[in-house]
Nanobody, 119 residues
Framework: QVQLVESGGGAVQPGGSLRLSCAAS????????MGWYRQAPGKERELVAT???????HYADSVKGRFTITRVVMEKTMSLEMNSLKPEDTAVYYC?????????????WGQGTQVTVTS
């Protein structure tokens, strides 16, 4: 069974940068697409960015040009570099895997890490 552990996150001022990381354990053949989703207070969880095993990527329009998702397939790790952060990026960010599609979440979630953008 795949498990995901996130690291990174924290508080930053608007315009700042943060890096999130996610490490997967379990069979590499069960991981498929990896991605980041986020949930702000009072809102539904939404897709941020995803990346396939052949390194195709998909981004939410709201983060295009600011966030970059990367992955090392054989190491079962994934990162999200977040630049030019805005207050509306404040949310709990969740690592996800197991989907065969870039736009549909898989069954496995990390515990979540808080990102707060505030002056």
């Amino acid at each position: 069974q795949v498990q995901l552990v996130e690291s990174g996150g924290g508080a930053v001022q608007p315009g700042g940068s943060l890096r999130l990381s996610c490490a997967a354990s379990g069979y590499i053949t069960d991981i498929y697409v990896m991605g980041w989703y986020r949930q702000a207070p009072g809102k539904e969880r939404e897709l941020v960015a995803t990346i396939s095993t052949d390194l195709r990527t998909h981004y939410a329009d709201s983060v295009k040009g600011r966030f970059t998702i990367t992955r090392v397939v054989m190491e079962k790790t994934m990162s999200l570099e977040m630049n030019s952060l805005k207050p509306e990026d404040t949310a709990v960010y969740y690592c996800n895997c197991g989907s065969a599609a870039l736009t549909v979440p898989g069954p496995t979630w990390g515990q979540g890490t808080q990102v707060t953008v505030t002056s």
